[in-house]
T-cell receptor, first 112, second 115 residues
Framework: LAKTTQPISMDSYEGQEVNITCSHN???????ITWYQQFPSQGPRFIIQ???TKVTNEVASLFIPADRKSSTLSLPRVSLSDTAVYYC?????????????FGSGTRLSIRP | DVKVTQSSRYLVKRTGEKVFLECVQD?????MFWYRQDPGLGLRLIYF???????EKGDIPEGYSVSREKKERFSLILESASTNQTSMYLC??????????????FGPGTRLTVT
């Protein structure tokens, strides 16, 4: 499975747009990119998933360039409640689900 | 909404005890997962099941076994608990194949302490 690299931590302020980038240089043709959010003492929560170009839902946008070697999770107008750890996962789906690796994630801190 | 429940929120067991952690999902998902989460190590996959009675080892299966007799229920078993198995245990489920296997829904977790 493709190894992912994310910043360990990021800081921002309420109302700002936050972009968290994940590098996955060894991504394979049939790999999907998935992002999760985790609050302290809770299980991770699925945010968004994409394969190429741009995906948007009510919570976030996911930008994937043409070479797919990186992806960027974009959180519009963050609030204090967006303070959490964000994980990027890359993998081909069913056949390799046993090899899922969450990594250490990015700790996002939002300030007033 | 998908609901994944775990049998205990907190559990304290003694070294050498056999420990059962239960997980139930109510959305008819094919896939179920057991992870453990430790500070600085992130989430690590212990076992994955893609169907009743079917399982695959994850990253750290040593010292654990699993059971999936019914589609909605996935049990994690610590045959002989040790102090290094003190951790947060998280169960998850996902719908099916290809990319959707990564759209996982997690339970609240069980914080297990082995003394």
């Amino acid at each position: 499975l493709a190894k992912t690299t994310q910043p360990i931590s990021m800081d921002s302020y309420e109302g700002q747009e936050v972009n968290i980038t994940c590098s996955h240089n060894n991504i394979a043709t049939n790999d999907y990119i998935t992002w999760y959010q985790q609050f302290p003492s809770q299980g991770p929560r699925f945010i968004i998933q994409g394969y190429k170009t741009k995906v948007t839902n009510e919570v976030a946008s996911l930008f994937i360039p043409a070479d797919r070697k990186s992806s960027t999770l974009s959180l519009p107008r963050v609030s204090l409640s967006d303070t959490a750890v964000y994980y990027c996962l890359v993998g081909p789906g069913y056949s390799s689900a046993s090899k899922i690796i969450f990594g250490s994630g990015t700790r996002l801190s939002i300030r007033p | 909404d998908v609901k994944v429940t775990q049998s205990s929120r907190y559990l304290v067991k003694r070294t050498g005890e056999k420990v059962f952690l239960e997980c139930v999902q109510d959305m008819d998902h094919e896939n179920m997962f057991w992870y453990r989460q430790d500070p600085g190590l992130g989430l690590r996959l212990i076992y994955f099941s893609y169907d009743v009675k079917m399982k695959e080892k994850g990253d750290i299966p040593e010292g654990y076994s699993v059971s999936r007799e019914k589609k909605e229920r996935f049990s994690l078993i610590l045959e002989s608990a040790s102090t290094n198995q003190t951790s947060m245990y998280l169960c998850a489920s996902s719908l099916g194949r290809t990319g959707s296997v990564y759209e996982q829904y997690f339970g609240p977790g069980t914080r297990l302490t082995v003394t």
